[in-house]
C-alpha cells in the first residue's frame, strides 16, 4: 500500500495535537512537513507548540512557521479555549528539532515540488498558509491531490451564530481555498460536534499508560473543561477529524456539495454556505461514528512506545 504523503498546517491547539498525533500513528501517511499558522494563539505561540508537539510524537521533518497574520483581517486568537500559550495543560519536552530556516509557504512549495505523488494538506487552522501557497505558486495546484480541512458549519458556527472560527479567523482565505478547483474535505461543525469524547474515554486513553497517551488525556480534560461550562457532554474533537477523513473515512456520514464563503456581510462574514445549486466543490462531512471514533483514538495512542513513537 503506497503511503499518502501529507503535510499538517495548524494552529496548534489541543485539538490540533490531537490531530497529529492521529496521522503520526496512522501507517497509511507519510507526513513531509508541519507548517504552523496564527490562529488559536499568535504565531510565535503556534510555531513553538507546533515544534513541542512534533517533538513528543516523534514527527521527523521540517517545521516551518506560517504567516503572522490572516490574509486581510485582524489577528483573532482564542485563550480563552487552549490558554494563554495556545496548548496549556500537561508539561511538555522542549523542540529537540530547530525551525526551519523557510518560511511555511516556501516550504510547502518545496513538499510539492519534490513529492512524485499529489500531496495531501490536512489543514486545522486558518486557511491562510493554504491560500497563500496557492497564490504564491499556481504552477503547483496540481501537486496538491486534496485538501482535508476542519472548518466551516452548514447548518450554524461558533464563533458568531454564523461563522466557525477557522473560518471566520481568514475568510478571504477560506473562499480561495474552496475556490481553487483543488478537491477539498470538509470537516466542519456539522461533523465534528458529534465527534464527542467523553470523561470516561479520556480514562480509557489514560489507561493504554504510555507518555503519549497521558498527555493526550490530559490535553483532552484541559479542552473539555471550556466545552463543560458551555453544557457539552464531552469534548468536540474538531481538527482530529480532518485526519479521519484519510484514514477512517468508514466512520463518516458525507454529501458532495457546492460550499461558498461569505467574506461580506455584517452578521455573516465567515459562513459557510452549503448547497448543490452549483457543481460540488466539497466532500462535506456531517455524520461520524462516535464510538467507533473513540475506540481509534485508544488504539492511536497505544500505537506510542514508552516515550515517544
Ligand atoms: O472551531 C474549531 C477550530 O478552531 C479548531 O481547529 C480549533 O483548533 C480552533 O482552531
Ligand atoms: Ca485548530
Redesign the pocket.
Known amino acids: 500500500m503506497s503511503r499518502i504523503p501529507v503535510i499538517l498546517d495548524?494552529?496548534p491547539?489541543?485539538?490540533?495535537a490531537i490531530a497529529w498525533m492521529l496521522a503520526k500513528a496512522s501507517p497509511m501517511l507519510d507526513i513531509r512537513a508541519v507548517t504552523s499558522v496564527c490562529?488559536?494563539q499568535t504565531i510565535e505561540k503556534t510555531t513553538y507548540n507546533a515544534l513541542r508537539i512534533c517533538t513528543l510524537l516523534g514527527i521527523d521533518c521540517p517545521v516551518a512557521m506560517g504567516r503572522p497574520s490572516p490574509l486581510l483581517a485582524e489577528p483573532m486568537n482564542?485563550p480563552s479555549?487552549?490558554g494563554q500559550s495556545g496548548l496549556d495543560g500537561p508539561k511538555l519536552p522542549e523542540p529537540a528539532m530547530e525551525l526551519s530556516r523557510m518560511r511555511s509557504v516556501e516550504l510547502m512549495a518545496k513538499v510539492l515540488r519534490e513529492s512524485e505523488a499529489p500531496v495531501t494538506i490536512v489543514s486545522?487552522?486558518p486557511q491562510t498558509n493554504v491560500a497563500a501557497l496557492l497564490l504564491a505558486h499556481p504552477e503547483l495546484k496540481n501537486k496538491i491531490g486534496q485538501i482535508s480541512l476542519?472548518?466551516g458549519g452548514i447548518a450554524h458556527g461558533?464563533?458568531t451564530p454564523a461563522a466557525?472560527?477557522?473560518i471566520l479567523v481568514d475568510p478571504e482565505a477560506a473562499k480561495i481555498v474552496f475556490e481553487s478547483g483543488v478537491p477539498v474535505i470538509m470537516s466542519g461543525?456539522d461533523v465534528?460536534e458529534k465527534a464527542l469524547i467523553f470523561p470516561a474515554d479520556f480514562e480509557r486513553i489514560r489507561a493504554v499508560g504510555n507518555q503519549v497517551a497521558g498527555v493526550v488525556a490530559d490535553w483532552l480534560e484541559f479542552f473539555y473543561a471550556f466545552h463543560r461550562e458551555l453544557g457539552y457532554p464531552g469534548a468536540p474533537l474538531?481538527?482530529p477529524v480532518a485526519v479521519v477523513s484519510l484514514v477512517r473515512p468508514d466512520l463518516l456520514i458525507s454529501k458532495e456539495l457546492c460550499v461558498e464563503v461569505e467574506t461580506k456581510g455584517e452578521y455573516c462574514r465567515g459562513a459557510t454556505i452549503g448547497h448543490d445549486r452549483k457543481p460540488a466543490n466539497a466532500r462535506v462531512n456531517l455524520g461520524i461514528d462516535r464510538d467507533g471514533f473513540a475506540d481509534f483514538l485508544v488504539e492511536a495512542v497505544s500505537t506510542y512506545g514508552e516515550g515517544k513513537q
Do not use: K
Open positions: 495548524g494552529d491547539g489541543h485539538d490540533d490562529g488559536n482564542a479555549v487552549h486545522t487552522g476542519m472548518g461558533n464563533w466557525e472560527f477557522n461543525l465534528t474538531h481538527d
